[in-house]
């Protein structure tokens, strides 16, 4: 891979189209949607102005997808949903943007999906309301299944958002480069939420315990390597492509692994990083400027690129016990598109 490859935010060659992949799912894609537009909870014409807000931008759905063909790839006969998987479906991907809604309050964000945030369109306070009633919605859904061990589940995945959250926010400008803990915290802020929906859609399949111990492997590397790529983009791509603002995690003073590759070496461009980010420099143009070009040029972009991979292997071995579908083929599909996405 050259590093123009890895600027352009490309980490293999060849791209699947995810709309393809997504192909097997189309018709369960347009149920989801069709319910995360409809207001589960109240009906009055502000709120749906506050929804519409959330969810008129799209947004990629991977976990929605991940949900629907792992239920797919696990069912007897293979390909058979009910309702059920929509509804958990739905919930994974309400999950979801409610954190984001909420994150975006923590970050003081503007721009989201392309599209102006809730806080910044409306105020800080609107924007928790929003995230508390799209929560709201996830407990609804949740209560449908009538599954005790989902309702478990997704009740961790609460409470793992929550800690990462905490974890990321008092690791601000700590220069650090403990893996086991930017790991810990990928699975708190990411990874946990993947696993919970590729584990609850066997488990409502009634698969044998070594199906949905593979499919919550699945998810959780998965979603280890998803916020990889996600801390890489944060350094290679443009704001204009990813909808949201790019160098941001530095700015923050979040640390990810871009450039914890470059702190742990004993030289002189690790020295400069730790200056800009103990003195805050990084919060200024002209210091982040100058620490992402000292990730990008001291590998930085290379080695993170080589991380994702091996959480994308290790995704990959967990979908060998399932029998061979085009649902399966999809779910190895998505782990090279995660790897290639740009957005
Ligand atoms: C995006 O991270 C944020 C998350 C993945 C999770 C945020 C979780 C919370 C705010 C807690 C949610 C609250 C409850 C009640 C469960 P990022 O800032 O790295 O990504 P970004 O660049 O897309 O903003
Ligand atoms: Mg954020």
């Not at 319910?35 to 014409?45: G, K």
Request: charged share 20%; proline share 3%.
């Amino acid at each position: 891979m050259s590093t123009q490859q890895a600027l352009t935010g490309s980490i293999i060659t060849a791209s699947p189209d995810l709309g393809l992949l997504l192909d097997p799912i189309k018709d369960e894609l347009e149920q989801v949607e069709k319910f995360l537009n409809s207001n589960l909870v109240d009906d009055s014409p502000f709120i749906e102005e506050l929804l519409g807000q959330v969810f008129r931008s799209g947004g990629k759905r991977i976990r929605p997808a991940l949900v629907l063909l792992t239920s797919k790839a696990s069912s007897t006969p293979r390909g058979r949903v009910g309702r059920l998987h929509i509804i958990l479906s739905v919930l994974t991907e309400l999950i979801h943007t409610a954190s984001l809604v909420h994150d975006d309050v923590l970050d003081s964000a503007s721009l989201r999906r392309g599209q102006e945030t809730v806080n910044r369109k409306f105020s800080d306070k609107l924007a928790v309301l929003t995230g508390d009633l799209l929560f709201a919605q996830a407990s609804v859904c949740l209560s449908r299944l009538m599954n005790p061990v989902i309702v478990g589940i997704y009740g961790q995945v609460l409470g793992d958002l929550c800690a990462g959250e905490i974890r990321q926010m008092r690791q601000q400008f700590v220069v650090s480069t403990d893996w086991d803990a930017y790991i810990q915290k990928s699975v708190w802020k990411t990874a946990s939420l993947f696993a919970a929906g590729t584990q609850s859609a066997p488990i409502l399949n009634l698969c044998t315990d070594n199906v949905i111990g593979d499919m919550k492997a699945y998810g959780l590397n998965l979603g280890i390597c998803f916020q990889i790529v996600d801390d890489l983009l944060d350094v290679t791509g443009n704001s204009l492509a990813l909808g949201k603002a790019a160098g941001s995690d530095l700015t923050h003073g979040v640390i990810t692994a871009p450039a914890m590759f470059v702190l742990e070496r004993n030289d002189s461009a690790a020295q400069k990083l730790t200056r800009l980010i103990k003195t805050k420099d990084v919060t200024t143009e002209a210091g982040v400027a100058e620490a992402l070009e000292i990730i990008r040029s001291n590998g930085g972009i290379e080695a993170t690129v080589d991380l994702a991979r091996q959480y994308a292997r290790r995704a990959r071995e967990a979908l060998t016990s399932l029998q061979p579908s085009q649902y399966r083929d999809s779910l190895d599909s998505l782990i090279d598109w995660l790897l290639t996405r740009t957005t």
